[in-house]
């Protein structure tokens, strides 16, 4: 090995202890176990496919998740065609949909209401049960914002949960209450869409 690359390389290997003692230092601060609360929001793609990548992890181990979509429920979904055909006695999976289209579709405010209840009693009953490791509550940030359900009893549902179970939130414009009691917050944000470009939404890519 030439001096030059013997310099390189020992460059590379000073810069990586130093990562490695930093990461250390983290590791060895975060004692804490619990549960987390997640919420993914912004206009970006990805915050439903983030969260069903949760979905899979936790299923993966055989941990019971139960998953909510407000405002889907009209459209097919690829993740819950393939994951409601695991077996549920090794990967425990609960889903629940409003079954209406979207707002501006529907118009009907008492009907997408009384449709976002529904789902909701079953999420809060998920929230109350230890045995359940995770909740996903996708496009939650919609039924909130729209008040078809009411902030505080979420909130407070949230912040009850037992400890050892995980919460994500999804969806666009999640306000900073939410943000204020999640434990991590990712903001997906749009630099460039397909579909700004005139090109329809893609099975097996967007839903």
Request: proline letters at 1%; one cysteine or more; hydrophobic letters at 40%.
């Amino acid at each position: 090995m030439s001096n030059s690359e013997n310099d390189k390389q020992q460059r590379h290997k000073k810069r990586m202890q130093a990562r490695k003692e930093i990461v250390d230092a983290g590791v060895a601060k975060a004692l804490e176990e619990r549960g987390i609360f997640i919420v993914y929001t912004g206009d970006g793609k990805g915050k439903t496919t983030a969260a069903m990548g949760t979905v899979t992890r936790a299923l993966g181990y055989g941990y019971k998740v139960v998953v909510g979509q407000f405002i889907k429920g009209v459209w097919e979904c690829g993740e819950k065609n393939l994951l409601s055909q695991l077996p549920s006695e090794q990967y425990p999976l609960q889903w629940f949909e409003m079954g209406t289209d979207f707002t501006w579709e529907t118009q009907d405010f008492e009907a997408d209401k009384a449709a976002a209840l529904a789902v909701w009693e079953k999420l809060k009953a998920a929230l109350a049960d230890d045995s359940v490791y995770l909740v996903v509550m996708d496009e939650l940030t919609y039924a909130l914002n729209y008040k078809w359900l009411d902030k505080a009893e979420v909130l407070s549902a949230i912040e009850n949960r037992p400890k050892e179970q995980s919460v994500i939130v999804t969806g666009r414009g999640a306000k900073q209450y939410l943000m204020d009691i999640a434990d991590t917050v990712t903001e997906m944000k749009s630099q460039k869409h397909a579909f700004e470009s005139g090109v329809s939404a893609r099975k097996g890519v967007e839903w």
